[in-house]
């Protein structure tokens, strides 16, 4: 059974239809790259998989539950115990700029979790020295730079645990030169088999790291297959359109 | 001019001044939190409450202080029937027409202040699986008051030298005093003197802004 079953997702904004019949699964462990040109519908689709948006018609169905199945949403409670499987990682990282670095981590497991103190420091610790920032513990947000940041927003991602993690163009509002340091990070989340969406424009990453890339055009999903496949032998004349402008 | 002239006129200036002290605090100390209490009736989901507030708000910024005052003051106890029982000492009127009308402004401030939050705060709060009240308590309202802080001490420099407004519904301030001994004596010096009361209230107030400002700093 796949860890992600989507079906027929639907949403439109007005007259506009932003996610057409999208459908796809995405078993455990699996890398997942969705690429396509701004406007195609990618947040969107990615952010009503954690619930920030509602979709309209459809199934959503994380690890055997169902968030929403034929366009009906379960109870809320429910909704909370099934979107707490995922972490959520922003392109504009969405740090909490009046806590410090460690208090960004520890706030969510405190509040929600209710773990033990010593376990959730243990674990703060634990990922700051991950993500190469331990001497920033205390530091607070508004003195990172961008890449940092972002790795931070990995690290308060994984405080929770999850089991899958979503990023939606997580190094899109970075300088180039910081790109790199986060995207070590992602390789290695997906070398620890953690399972993971990708919405990017790093066509460099979904090649390297990923196992599947999705193309979304238009609010549809074009092609879908393993990025070596995709990228050298792409079936779709859309495809092929978008590959040249975005490899140049 | 002697020494003993000026202690003689200081005095009562002095006196004065705690009454100014006392009414900046009092509306100080109502007004923030029913300003606060006014944000959150703004942008309340049930249309009438935030209707009320709304109108409230323009009623108390759109028209002049001094004219809520003696409103209260003069214009309450004429009301038919129940006039009488408006009739209110003139210090603790004034306490509540600046606690209303200061409210209205904080409310103001506040509202801006949550304007400014992005909703990318509210989103990650959401995907961590905070619950509303966590949200808000924990999430946005440190950051709705840090960054209302400037404006916030703004606003209660502004309050001291409204309190001088106590002079038009004779509730005997430091002005009052002032006035009363330059018209006594023909000086100009418990002008003065009033002014560097004020100045001084002032700048105490802009200190501990400041270091509100500091301690409170997140970048
Ligand atoms: N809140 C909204 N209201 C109206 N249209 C929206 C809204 N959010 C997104 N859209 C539209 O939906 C389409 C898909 O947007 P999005 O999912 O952000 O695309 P992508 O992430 O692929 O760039 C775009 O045409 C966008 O303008
Ligand atoms: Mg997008």
């Given amino acids: 059974m796949a860890l992600i079953e989507v079906s027929n997702l639907k949403k439109s904004y007005g007259k506009l239809d932003v996610l057409k019949q999208i459908t796809f699964d995405v078993n455990k462990n699996d890398v997942v790259a969705v690429i396509g040109p701004s406007g195609s519908g990618k947040s969107t689709m990615l952010r009503s998989l954690i619930h920030l948006e509602e979709i309209d018609g459809g199934s959503i169905c994380i690890s055997g539950e169902y968030l929403v199945r034929d366009g009906i949403y379960s109870k809320p409670q429910e909704i909370k115990r099934i979107t707490s499987k995922m972490g959520m990682v922003f392109q504009h990282f969405n740090l909490f700029p009046h806590l410090t670095v460690k208090e960004n981590l520890e706030l969510a497991p405190r509040l929600v979790k209710k773990e033990l103190n010593a376990e959730i420091e243990r674990r703060s610790k634990e990922l700051l020295e991950k993500i190469g920032l331990s001497d920033w513990a205390t530091a607070y947000p508004g003195k990172l730079s961008g890449g940092q940041k972002q790795r931070v927003a990995i690290a308060r991602a994984l405080m929770m645990n999850p089991e899958i993690l979503l990023f939606d163009e997580p190094t899109s509002a970075l300088d180039p030169e910081l790109t790199g340091e986060v995207l070590q990070v992602m390789k290695q989340l997906a070398e620890e088999h953690m399972t993971m969406i990708v919405v990017t424009h790093e066509m460099g990453f979904a090649k390297e790291v990923a196992n599947r890339v999705i193309f979304m055009d238009n609010g549809e999903i074009i092609e879908s297959g393993h990025p070596t496949e995709l990228f050298t032998n792409p079936k779709f004349e859309r495809t092929k359109a978008f590959l040249k402008r975005s490899l140049k | ?219």
Avoid at chain 2, 21 to 40: E, W
Avoid at chain 2, 192 to 197: N, T
């Fill in chain 2, 1 to 219: 001019m002697s020494i003993n002239y000026f202690i003689s006129i200081l005095k009562p200036m002095l006196e004065g001044a705690q009454m100014t002290v006392l009414l900046f605090l009092i509306a100080i100390v109502l007004s923030i939190p029913l300003g606060f209490v006014l944000t959150l009736a703004v942008r309340s989901s049930f249309k009438p409450v935030s209707w009320f507030a709304q109108i409230y708000i323009y009623v108390m910024r759109g028209t002049p202080l001094l004219l809520q005052l003696l409103f209260i003051c003069f214009g309450l106890p004429m009301l038919p029937v129940i006039g009488d029982y408006l009739v209110l000492d003139r210090f603790v009127a004034a306490c509540l027409g600046f606690t209303l009308n200061y409210a209205a402004y904080f409310a103001e401030i506040f509202r801006g202040g949550l304007m400014a939050i992005d909703k990318g705060q509210y989103e990650a709060a959401q995907v961590l699986g905070l619950n509303k009240w966590q949200t808000m308590t924990r999430i946005i309202l440190p950051q709705m008051f840090r960054i209302a802080l400037p404006a916030v001490a703004n606003e209660s420099v502004t309050l001291v030298k409204d309190t001088a407004l106590l002079y038009a519904v004779a509730v005997p301030e430091l002005l009052h005093y002032a006035q009363t001994v330059v018209n006594r004596d023909f000086t100009i010096v418990p002008f003065f003197i009033a002014g560097i009361i004020y100045l001084i209230l002032t700048l105490l107030l802009t200190v501990l802004f400041k270091w509100l400002e500091q301690r409170f700093k997140f970048d």
